[in-house]
Every structure is written in C-alpha cells, then in structure tokens.
C-alpha cells in the first residue's frame, strides 16, 4: 500500500504540474507576457511546483529530510537523467546564454547554498531570504538585458484557453499539488520505515525522480512533435528556480535542519559534481553541443549516485 501512494501521490504531482502549467502559460498569452517571462517565471514555477509543494509540506510535518533531499535529488536527477534521456532522444545544440548567464548562475546558487547548510547543518530563515532575493535579481537582470535563458516554451502547452477553463485548470493543479504532495509524503515516510531506510533515501531516490517527472515529459513531447529545439538553459532553470526559490521560500516558513548526514557528505557533492561537469560535457569533444554519447555518460553516473545511497 505504500508503494500505491507513492504512484498516487507521483501523479496526483504530474497532473496537477501539468494542469497549472495550462493555465499559467495560458493566462501569460492573455496578459501578452513575453516569451522569456513566460518561460523564466510562470512555467518555471509550474514544472517546479511539485518540488515546491512537497518540500514546504515535509517541512512543515517536521520531515527536513524529505524537503531538502526533494531539492537535491531533483537537482541531481534533472541533469543526470532528464538531460541524459534528452539528448539520447536527439542532440542539442547549446546556445551562448549557457555560458554566459545560465551555468554560472546555477553554479553560484549551488555553491551558496552549500556553503549556508554545510558548516551548521541549517537553513535558516535569514539564508532563505538572501537565496529568494537572489532569484530577483537575476530575473531583472534577464528581463533588462533580454537574455534567452531559461526559457521553456511547452509547445504541447502553448495554447490560449477560454478564461473559464484558464481558471478550472488553475484549481485544478493546485488542489492536485497540494493532494498529491500529502498522499506522496504519507507514503514516502512509511515506505521509509517499513524498508528500514532514511527519509533521505526515499527523497533523493523515489521523491525526486517524480516531482522531475513533468520536465522529462515536457522535454520528450517537445523533441516528438518536433517544435522548437530543446534548450539546456531550461533544466538549469529548473535547478535554478529549485534551489532559490523552492529551498529558500521553504527554509523561510520553516528552517530546514539536515538530519541524515549523507545529504551533506555524499548527496549535496554529486549535485555540484554533476553540475560542474556539464561543462565539460558541452565543449568537448564536439564543441557547443551535448551529445547521445554524453548522454550515457550521464545516465553511468546517475546510477552510481543511486548506487551510493542504496
């Protein structure tokens, strides 16, 4: 039964991204938002709300290790398995935004956000607030210098609906998010104790693959209909918008405080090691662009990190 509301809880998370994704992207094209507006900031939040969701909510049950395991485990996962069946699927050619704002930001906010929790094994609400201001600011900077970074078009969602059907989708995702986040705590923790493994295991591994799962969908129907090519600046976005707003809205409300120490020590340098590789992986030996061979590379050491906490 456990493992049932984990499947429910999962998506109970997609279909509900998916729902506030419609209508988000949808009231965007009715407001005549901009492209990268849209992209940085309603669907960003819309592909990361189950990451959203379920950390404030396993911080509020007094699970830590749950919310911070979510971020980092998605983090992981968007780059080491969503980016990898990506580019097996098809190449991408990445554009100068990348390094030029859209990797060094995410490298930026990975190390500040390790430096806050390594050294006290804390979140506070301070450090929450300096990493949510920090998101502001490098959203000015985009939208002033009109940077094309971070921007998800969703094809299969970018549509302008009625306002009725705008507004039932809004209800919609978020009565998913928030159902589907309480049945996928419940039984991600019993899971976790009927297997006799952390929170930390069940979060990094299970929980963060499913709330990772509406940016593979969005990535894998885009490449299918063949729409626009797939930019890498929208997982860093992702793992972007993951540690800045989702760590740093959540650590505001609750201060999140590690438990299991691996999260610290094993977890948290996979998350900065893969990071810091997808560099490399862009330049060489092709030059600008991630291949399918990188994609296996980073599917071998997606399994190894799950190798190292199972």
Known sequence: MDFLAV????????EG???LMKAAVSLSLQLSIPKIVIGMTVVSFATSAPELIVSVQSALAGYPDLALGNVVGSNIANLAFVLAITIMIAPINVTKSFYISDWPMMMFATLLFMAFIFFDGELSRGEGIVLFV???????YLFRFQKQAVIDEAPEDDEQLP???????????????????EVLI??????AQQLGVSERIIS??????GTSIPELSASIIAILNKEKAISLGNLIGSNIFNILVVMGITSMIVPIQVVDSGLLYNDMFWMLGISLLVLPLVFFPSGKSLERYDGIILIVLYLLFLSTII
């Open 163 to 181: 306002l009725h059907k705008t507004l039932g989708f809004l209800v919609l995702g978020g009565v998913g998010l928030w159902l589907g986040s």
């Open 134 to 140: 920090l998101l502001l600011l490098f959203l000015i």
């Open 7 to 14: 499947a429910i809880g999962i998506y109970l998370l997609i």
């Open 204 to 209: 990094v591994s299970v929980v963060s693959i």
């Open 17 to 19: 991204g998916n729902w």
């Open 186 to 191: 419940g039984g991600a923790v019993a899971l």
